[in-house]
Every structure is written in C-alpha cells, then in structure tokens.
Nanobody, 124 residues
Framework: QVQLVESGGGLVQAGGSLRLSCAASGGTLSRYAMGWFRQAPGKERELVASMDWSGSSTYYAASLQGRFTILRDNAKNTVYLQMNSLKPEDTAGYSC?????????????????WGQGTQVTVSS
C-alpha cells in the first residue's frame, strides 16, 4: 500500500513561487506514473501535470502556459510540482496521485493512490 504525503502549500502573493512535494512510502515511485491534480471550491478537479514512471513523458494543462513543472526524484521517492508566476486563479487544493505502471492517465479515477492534499492560496 503506497502512502503519499504532500507538503509545501501555503499563502503566496501573485507572481510568487511555491514548490509542492509528494513523498511516497510503502512503494517504489519508479514503478508508478504520477499526477498532480487541483480542485478549487465549486470547480471540478483538474489534472495539472503528470509524468510517466521514467520521467521521460510529461503532460501539462494548457491553461498553465508553462508556469508549472513536474519533477521526480526516484532516489528520494518524491515527486515535486514547481509553480512559478502564481496567479489568484491557481488557488486550490493540490493533490498528488500515483498509478502503478508506465503511463500517466488524464482521469483521476484511473489513479491507484492519493495524498491528502495541500492548500495553495494566491493573493492578488
């Protein structure tokens, strides 16, 4: 049973940066595709970024316009989401998810494990 724990969220001014971490235990992340999702109040959960198990293939939501980067450090069993040039519309709860296997799906229900989430609030 893989357990995922996110950290790094908080309150930041517009234009600032945050790096979210997703630390895994109970499994080796190199066997898992990873995704970062977010959900704002009153909105549907959306996939922000994902990465296959090798790190060679990534996906980003078009709305991000290149501001976010997903990274993984398999030696540390940790996945990161580097968020730059943050905007108030990035305010949401962010969660990481893991799926056993190579490919990272777009739909949340296809992931096997989820973290508890971390809140990101961007003030204007």
């Amino acid at each position: 049973q893989v357990q995922l724990v996110e950290s790094g969220g908080g309150l930041v001014q517009a234009g600032g940066s945050l790096r979210l971490s997703c630390a895994a235990s109970g499994g080796t992340l190199s066997r898992y595709a990873m995704g970062w999702f977010r959900q704002a109040p009153g909105k549907e959960r959306e996939l922000v970024a994902s990465m296959d198990w090798s790190g060679s293939s990534t996906y980003y939501a078009a709305s991000l316009q290149g501001r976010f980067t997903i990274l993984r450090d398999n030696a540390k069993n940790t996945v990161y989401l580097q968020m730059n040039s943050l905007k108030p519309e990035d305010t949401a709860g962010y969660s990481c998810a893991a799926r056993l296997g190579r490919y990272a799906p777009r739909r949340g229900y296809e992931y096997d494990y989820w973290g508890q989430g971390t809140q990101v609030t961007v003030s204007s």
